[in-house]
Nanobody, 122 residues
Framework: QLQLVESGGGLVQPEGSLRLSCTAS????????IGWFRQAPGKEREGVSC???????YYADSVKGRFTISGDNAKSTVYLQMNSLKPEDTGVYYC????????????????WGQGTQVTISS
């Protein structure tokens, strides 16, 4: 059974950087697309970025040019490099997996991690 664990969250100042990791266990990610979602207090969860099993990527307009998603199949890990962070990037970030790329990007994926808190504040 696939399980996902996020790490790398924290408190950083505006314009700072963080790299989130999503590590899978139980099965390989060969047939999965991985999405990163975030939820800010009082707001709906939104899709941030996703990557397909053959490395097709998607970014929400709000993070395009600042965030980069990548995968390391050998480590069963997907990364989200976040640069030029803004206060509005604050929230709990979740990674999620689904066999469907579209669902992993903007739907409700089948498998979720527990989330990692990202706080952007001076």
């Amino acid at each position: 059974q696939l399980q996902l664990v996020e790490s790398g969250g924290g408190l950083v100042q505006p314009e700072g950087s963080l790299r989130l990791s999503c590590t899978a266990s139980g099965v390989t990610l060969d047939n999965y697309a991985i999405g990163w979602f975030r939820q800010a207090p009082g707001k709906e969860r939104e899709g941030v970025s996703c990557i397909s099993s053959d490395n097709i990527t998607y970014y929400a307009d709000s993070v395009k040019g600042r965030f980069t998603i990548s995968g390391d199949n050998a480590k069963s890990t997907v990364y989200l490099q976040m640069n030029s962070l803004k206060p509005e990037d604050t929230g709990v970030y979740y990674c999620a997996a689904d066999h469907s790329y579209a669902v992993a990007c903007v739907g409700v994926p089948q498998t979720w991690g527990q989330g990692t808190q990202v706080t952007i504040s001076s």
